[in-house]
C-alpha cells in the first residue's frame, strides 16, 4: 500500500494534527459589520437607557436649582448623590445572584433586575418633575437619591446583561455601541432637557448678565422638560421587553451566609488582586481620579452660566454639544481595535 498523501497524512504538511488551523483575521468590513447585528442595536437602546439619567442628578439638576435660586454652597452638597455611582460595587453582588420575587420567575434574573431599576428612575423623575426645589428641595433630594440609586443598580445589571449576552470577539463592539447610546443620552439629558425647558416657558423674560437668580425660574417649564426625560426612559424598558434573557448562569449553593458573602464579594476582589499583583493599586488608583475632573466641571460650571445670565439655549448649543463627537469616534475606533 503506498503512503498517504500531504492531503490526508497532516504530518506531511509539517503540521501537527492535534494543532488548530489558524483562522484568517477579519477585515475592516466584518468588523464594521458587527455594530449594525441586533445585539450591538440592542445595546446602543440600553446605553441610552443607562447614560439618560446621570446628568438628570448632576449637571442639569444644578443648572435648575441655581435658576431657582438656590445658593452655590447648597449645589455643591447636593452633587454627593453621585456617590451612588461610585459605590455600586456594595450591592453588585446582590444584583448579581438575588433573585426578585415573581419578576425573575417571569422574564429572567438580568431582565428583571433592569426593569425593576429601569421603573424606578422612571417614577423618581416623576418625582423631581412634580416638586418645586424653592418649596419643597427635600422631596427633589430623595427623588434625586432614587433616581442615582435606580440609576447605578441599571448599570450593575447592564454589565452582567452585555457580558453574557455575546461572546469575547464581540465585546468591544457592543462596549462601543453601549457608549455612543451613552453619550447621546447625555446629550439630551444635556442640551435636550434645557432646550425643552426654554420651549415651554411661558412668555420667557430676556436672560440679564447679573439677574439674581430666581428671578426667571419657571417651575412649569421644568416640570414639562423632566417628565420628557421620564418618558425617554421607555427606550430601554421597550428594548428589555423585547430582548431574550441571557444564558442562565448556575452558581453554586452557598451553605450560609458567610459562604455566601466569600464567593460573591471576597472571591472576585482576590481575584483581582492575584492576576494583577503590585500593578491592581495602579489600576484602582486610576478608576479611582480619571473622571474627577469632569464630575467637578459638570457640577458646578452650571451655576456659573446662569449667574453669567446665559440663556438655557445658549448653554445647551455650546457646553453640551462640542466634544461628544469626537468621544464617539473615539468610542467606535477603540471597539474596532
Known amino acids: ?28 468590513g466584518d468588523t464594521l459589520r458587527v455594530y449594525l447585528e441586533p ?12 447614560g439618560l439619567p446621570l446628568l438628570l442628578v448632576l449637571g442639569t439638576l444644578s443648572f435648575r436649582l441655581r435658576e431657582a435660586g438656590l445658593d452655590r454652597t447648597t449645589i455643591g ?38 426593569l425593576l431599576s429601569q421603573f424606578l428612575i422612571m ?21 434625586a437619591l432614587a433616581v442615582a440609586f435606580a440609576s447605578a443598580t441599571q448599570d450593575i445589571a447592564l454589565d452582567a446583561f452585555r457580558i453574557e449576552s455575546a461572546d469575547a470577539r464581540h465585546q468591544g463592539a457592543l462596549a462601543a ?9 447625555m446629550i439630551w439629558a444635556g442640551a435636550g432637557v434645557l432646550w425643552i425647558a426654554a420651549r415651554a416657558e411661558v412668555a420667557p423674560v430676556a436672560a440679564v448678565v447679573g439677574a439674581a437668580p430666581g428671578v426667571l425660574y419657571q417651575q412649569a417649564a421644568w416640570t414639562t422638560a423632566y417628565l420628557v426625560m421620564a418618558a425617554s426612559m421607555l427606550v430601554g424598558v421597550f428594548t ?8 442562565h448562569v448556575v452558581l453554586p449553593p452557598s451553605k450560609n451566609a458567610a459562604e455566601w458573602l466569600r464567593s460573591a464579594l471576597v472571591e472576585p476582589f482576590a481575584d483581582f488582586l492575584k492576576r494583577y499583583g503590585k500593578q491592581a493599586v495602579l489600576i484602582l488608583a486610576l478608576i479611582g481620579v480619571y473622571r474627577i475632573s469632569d ?17 438655557k439655549d445658549e448653554v445647551a448649543a455650546v457646553t453640551k454639544v462640542f466634544g461628544v463627537i ?4 473615539g468610542a467606535f475606533i477603540g471597539g474596532a481595535l
Do not use: H
Request: charged share 10%; proline share 9%.
Open 39 to 50: 445585539a450591538s442595536l440592542r445595546m446602543f437602546a440600553l446605553g441610552f437607557s443607562a
Open 1 to 28: 500500500m503506498s503512503p498517504p498523501t500531504s492531503a490526508t497524512n497532516p504530518t506531511a504538511t509539517g503540521r501537527d494534527a492535534a494543532e488548530p488551523v489558524p483562522q484568517p483575521s477579519p477585515t475592516w
Open 240 to 247: 428589555v421587553l423585547f430582548s431574550r434573557e441571557p444564558a
Open 177 to 185: 455601541t453601549y457608549q455612543t447610546g451613552y453619550r447621546l443620552a
Open 295 to 311: 464630575v467637578v466641571m459638570g457640577i458646578m460650571a452650571n451655576p456659573f452660566y446662569v449667574d453669567m445670565g446665559y440663556t
Open 326 to 329: 469626537m468621544t464617539l469616534v
Open 77 to 114: 452638597y447636593l452633587s454627593w448623590v453621585g456617590l451612588a455611582y461610585a459605590f455600586k460595587w456594595c450591592w453588585a453582588p446582590l444584583v448579581d445572584r438575588l433573585p426578585l420575587p415573581f419578576l425573575t420567575r417571569w422574564v429572567g434574573r438580568r431582565r428583571s433586575w433592569l
Open 123 to 143: 417614577a423618581s423623575l416623576v418625582g423631581m418633575a412634580l416638586s418645586d426645589p424653592r418649596t419643597g428641595l427635600t422631596a427633589v433630594v430623595w427623588c
